[in-house]
């Protein structure tokens, strides 16, 4: 049923033209045994204005936006309602800014697995579309070694 409806959505983007909303370059971080979060990252980018509503994944108990800032040495991250999505320009989940946290795995992310991940996307005349992701688990040593996660829930 849920491939049915993928596939109906599919074509009618066909029809439409092109999808208008594109993600590439997903990826998380492997997780080191006993860490309870982790974090993916990706680029977007719609067509349209949109934002951002919703995250969600399988993997995790929870998942949500975080942005992130550095104050007086001190990394702070701040839960993201929402992240606006300007109409054709790529936005940049990247590690060391936003990025994606999933809170509650359920299993450690392996480097050579895939983490499956929802984004709801909802255009500036209301109307929502939920986009696939498969994130890439790549190894511990990937990307920025200083962005940190420390989580207390
Ligand atoms: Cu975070």
């Known amino acids: 049923m849920r491939h049915a409806i993928l596939i109906a959505a599919l074509l ?8 208008e909303v594109t993600v590439s370059e997903s990826w998380a971080r492997a997780t080191a045994p006993g860490q309870g979060s ?19 994944s399988p993997a995790a108990d929870s998942a949500a936006m975080h942005s992130m800032t550095h104050d007086n040495g001190m990394m702070k991250m701040r839960e993201l309602e929402a992240l606006p999505l300007p109409a054709g320009q790529e936005v940049e989940l990247g590690s060391g800014g936003n990025h994606i946290m999933l809170i509650g795995l359920k299993r450690p992310l392996k480097a050579g697995d895939s983490v499956p991940l929802t984004l709801t996307i909802q255009f ?3 109307r929502k579309e939920k986009v696939e992701v498969k994130a890439q688990v790549k190894p511990l040593t990937a990307g920025n070694n200083s962005h940190e996660h420390h989580h207390d829930h």
Do not use: M, N
């Not at 009618?12 to 999808?19: C, D, I, L, P, R």
């Open 12 to 19: 009618f983007a066909t029809q439409a033209g092109a999808s």
């Open 38 to 56: 982790g974090a993916v990252y990706l680029r977007i980018i719609s067509q349209r204005e949109a934002r951002i509503v919703a995250v969600a």
């Open 124 to 126: 500036a005349d209301k």
